[in-house]
């Protein structure tokens, strides 16, 4: 099913899906499926995963229609890094212990290159 560039839905998701900087592994786990499944749906079928449509636009941030091709994409503002994004959010799922320790471990390396660049400045 050709949408109105010409391009088949799996070329469709397959650009999608690199756009917004995910593997197929990461976009299987984000939408609870396989990653066989995403890998059938970008290169064997031109028919899209109707029961997987809702799941992949949200995932894509966008409309069913956006996503189908039928409809214009909006340009609203997306983080530079989607891939960190979607990290941010994963950690905001975890526990409390689990997010402190993680975020200790972010203080640490954000102190590292800190002194880093400190002693770079003073070096010179």
């Known amino acids: 099913m050709p949408t109105k560039n010409g391009k088949s839905f799996g070329e469709r998701l397959a650009a999608l899906r690199k756009a917004a900087g995910y593997t197929q592994e990461e976009l299987a786990e984000e939408i609870r499926v396989s990653r066989r499944i995403i890998t059938y749906y970008e290169g064997e079928s031109d028919y899209p995963p109707a029961a997987l449509l809702p799941q992949l636009a949200k995932a894509f941030d966008m409309t069913v229609d956006e996503l ?51 002693a770079e400045g003073a070096g010179t």
């Open 68 to 118: 189908l091709g039928t409809g214009s994409i909006k340009k609203a503002a997306r983080p530079s890094n989607t891939r960190l994004q979607r990290r941010l959010q994963q950690l905001e799922k975890l526990g409390a212990r689990e997010k402190r320790q993680v975020l200790q471990l972010l203080d640490i390396f954000i102190e590292r290159e800190r002194w880093k660049r400190k």
